[in-house]
């Protein structure tokens, strides 16, 4: 690895498994110490022992974050604690997709999904980014998915989730940069889950097929990309949302 953030310090939420996994590994191994965090203590263990085997610098701070503006500030606390008060990236990963209708979106599923995967991230970013500010800058790195744009017949409310997190995105970076914070998103496309179903493997394989890539991805697709927009590589990158997604955005998928 080529070190490119050795000294820094990065908090990933959802980091026990997957692609926040991934992040937290991928960011180690680039010298990062890297806050891990999680609902699971058992697992948010097993991933620090897996960096600091491997060489890294990692912490866990557990987390369940339900969009309260309570739990983000403990989380920014107690991360900020275990890293010495500097945190240099922020990457908010953590969310939930559970697969829904409009028909049977109650006010509790509703609720949910938009508390986690947008009002948790709003006040976990707006918790951390004085201090950010205070220490010369940081970056910021918010996962969207590409079915913010390309309409599914199925999940609307995660969707409207994940496009609230890209427009946020843009709207952080032009807010934030007077403060040196770069904010950027990654859409991934369909992913590879260590824990997939045979199930949902299959439907996942088929929203890709057809696509350049002709499948799903790996976690670690998602991993560089963070790494990247994370590093000085892509210092001149501000509210943008990188696509790794095998293509299934940019590229018209004709049946077969």
Do not use: C
């Amino acid at each position: 690895m080529t070190q490119r953030l050795r000294g820094r310090t990065a908090l990933v939420t959802g980091s026990t498994s997957n692609i926040g996994r991934a992040i937290a590994t991928a960011l180690a191994a680039e010298g990062a110490h890297v806050v891990v965090s999680g609902r699971d203590a058992a697992r948010g263990r097993d991933v620090v022992d897996a960096l600091r085997a491997a060489g890294g610098t990692a912490d866990f701070v557990r987390a369940d974050l339900d969009g309260s503006s309570a739990r983000s500030r403990d989380l920014a606390e107690r991360a900020l604690a275990a890293v010495g008060g500097r945190l240099d990236v922020l990457v908010n990963n953590a969310g939930i997709f559970p697969l829904h209708s409009t028909a049977d979106a109650g006010d509790a599923l509703v609720d949910r999904v938009l508390a986690v995967n947008v009002k948790a991230p709003f006040f976990l970013t707006q918790a951390l980014v004085p201090s950010m500010a205070a220490a010369g800058g940081g970056v910021v790195i918010n996962l969207g998915s590409w079915v913010a744009r390309l309409a599914l017949p199925t999940s609307p409310v995660y969707a409207t989730s994940k496009g609230a997190v890209e427009t946020l995105t843009r709207a952080w970076s032009a807010e934030l940069a007077p403060q040196n914070i770069r904010v950027n998103a990654i859409s991934p496309g369909v992913i590879r889950a260590d824990d997939a179903v045979n199930v949902a493997a299959e439907a996942g394989a088929r929203m890709m097929a057809g696509t350049p890539a002709g499948g799903t991805g790996a976690p670690e697709a998602i991993a560089a990309a963070a790494v990247y927009l994370a590093s000085d590589d892509a210092a001149f990158v501000h509210g943008t949302v990188l696509d790794v997604d095998g293509g299934r955005t940019g590229v018209a998928v004709v049946a077969g």
